[in-house]
């Protein structure tokens, strides 16, 4: 049977990389669309510029499902007036430009699987978050909102439409963890604010897995978490990693006071306590290869 041919919005980032690779292992054909030059000669790159309403209108020549990841990054500059513009466009304006070439080329794309984020939910204690809960009425809680209504609009078009709400993303090869586990491996690790804060963690390859899963059963459709079903606090995180890299954890926590002043509102990015549920992924039949914190940093970090 002819697998089908996939086009991927964000290509370079950590799960895109990952992604283009078990895609093209497992015999898909494989396109970008980017702002750059492509750099993987098995994946042909198209161009787009999302700013000027550009895009190679080409980029859906054969293509059966569009896995849209594009987005400036969330924790990577100061939440200032302009950056959350930037951070809800780059999101919201690239799949309305992609849907305005998808009206104008009918009856190619099948299927539209998103990223959004658990960011929807953001901070809320020790509650246990489910898809049904109600976004958060911060600004995580409406960027997830407006990018998901945004992608939401595709249902318009006959499209099959999932969304996976991506937690913290554990790989050594970016993310999360190489930042935390930096100051453990100098001895020097410490849980940020209490501690106390519920982290929606996920192995890479799960999230990788977890695409597949939703790309390869045409029932499923809607919203679902993108977290491993144990979710840990900020405390057990930090602690599981200097157990596994035999590092000491004593010094005390880095107070939310300062982090509030380094990084002003985009502290919430680190303080936010956000317990998820993976049921519903779970109820469709997907497995997780690794539910469990421990195991997911011995096989990343190795014996």
Not at 108 to 129: F, H, M, P
Not at 258 to 278: C, D, F, H, P, Y
Request: positive net charge; charged residues 20%; glycine residues 8%.
């Amino acid at each position: 049977m002819q697998k089908q041919h996939i086009l991927i919005t964000g290509g370079s980032g950590l799960i895109g990389k990952c992604l283009t690779e078990e895609l093209l292992k497992q015999g898909y054909t494989v396109s970008h669309l980017s702002r750059g030059e492509g750099k993987d000669s098995r994946v042909k790159t198209y161009q787009w510029n999302v700013d000027r309403g550009q895009i190679d209108e080409n980029c859906l020549s054969g293509v059966d499902t569009i896995v849209h990841l594009a987005g400036a990054g969330i924790a990577d500059k100061r939440w200032t007036k302009k950056r959350k513009k930037i951070l809800i466009d780059s999101r919201t304006q690239s799949i309305a430009l992609l849907y305005d070439l998808i009206k104008r080329k009918p009856n190619l794309v099948k299927n539209i699987i998103s990223a959004s984020a658990t960011g929807y939910y953001s901070n809320r204690g020790d509650e246990l978050l489910t898809e049904d809960s109600t976004p958060a009425k911060d600004f995580l809680g409406y960027c997830c909102t407006v990018w998901e209504q945004a992608v939401d609009a595709g249902k318009e078009l006959n499209l099959r439409i999932v969304k996976l709400r991506t937690g913290v993303v554990l790989s050594r090869r970016g993310g999360a963890l190489p930042p935390l586990a930096l100051p453990v491996k100098f001895g020097v690790g410490t849980a940020l604010g209490s501690g106390k804060q519920w982290i929606p963690w996920i192995h890479i390859q799960d999230a990788v897995d977890m695409y597949l899963h939703v790309l390869e059963n045409n029932a499923i459709q809607g919203v679902f978490n993108m977290v491993a079903p144990n979710p840990v606090t900020n405390k057990q995180l930090t602690k599981a990693v200097a157990k596994q890299l035999r590092r000491p954890y004593w010094l005390p926590n880095v107070p939310a006071f300062i982090l509030r002043a380094l990084l002003g509102e985009m502290s919430k990015v680190v303080l936010a306590s956000t317990k998820v549920s993976a049921d519903k992924i779970e109820s469709t039949g997907f497995t997780f290869k690794y539910p469990l914190l421990a195991d997911t940093l011995k096989q990343l970090y190795g014996k």
